[in-house]
């Protein structure tokens, strides 16, 4: 695999996964997707800071699937690799020493998939 195609590996990886288990318990998986929206449609927070908000929490959970998923979510919705730092950059000051390391891969994904064309990747806050 492409080390620039890693974490679209990550999430390509699961989906075998997810498919098998969702046949089994599609009811868990049809709440699970619809706590989702709600939670990242956008509200008093637009869907970017929510996206961002996951990427950090994916960081402190150490889950490699939850970052490349929520990286992915938070360059569709617009983010700069400036504002994906700076979030994770907060998970850091939360967590400490190993958000460090899954900081790094958070800011890698996202950057893998805001250099894929998937949002902005400017320097500005939108």
């Known amino acids: 695999m492409s080390e620039h195609q890693h974490h679209h590996e990550v999430?390509?990886?699961l989906n075998p996964q997810h498919r098998a288990l969702r046949q089994m318990i599609p009811g868990v998986y049809r709440g699970f997707a619809e706590m989702s929206n709600a939670a990242l449609t956008s509200g008093a927070l637009d869907r970017k800071v929510k996206e961002l908000i996951a990427v950090a929490v994916g960081v402190v959970a150490g889950c490699d699937g939850c970052i490349a998923s929520h990286a992915q979510g938070a360059a569709r919705a617009g983010a700069s690799k400036e504002e994906a730092a700076e979030a994770i950059g907060v998970s850091i000051l939360m967590h400490g020493g190993p958000a460090t390391i899954y900081g790094a891969r958070a800011y890698?994904?996202?950057c893998e998939f805001a250099d894929a064309g998937v949002g902005t990747t400017?320097?500005?806050?939108q």
């Open 11 to 13: 999430l390509n990886g």
């Open 108 to 110: 890698d994904a996202f």
């Open 122 to 125: 400017s320097g500005s806050a």
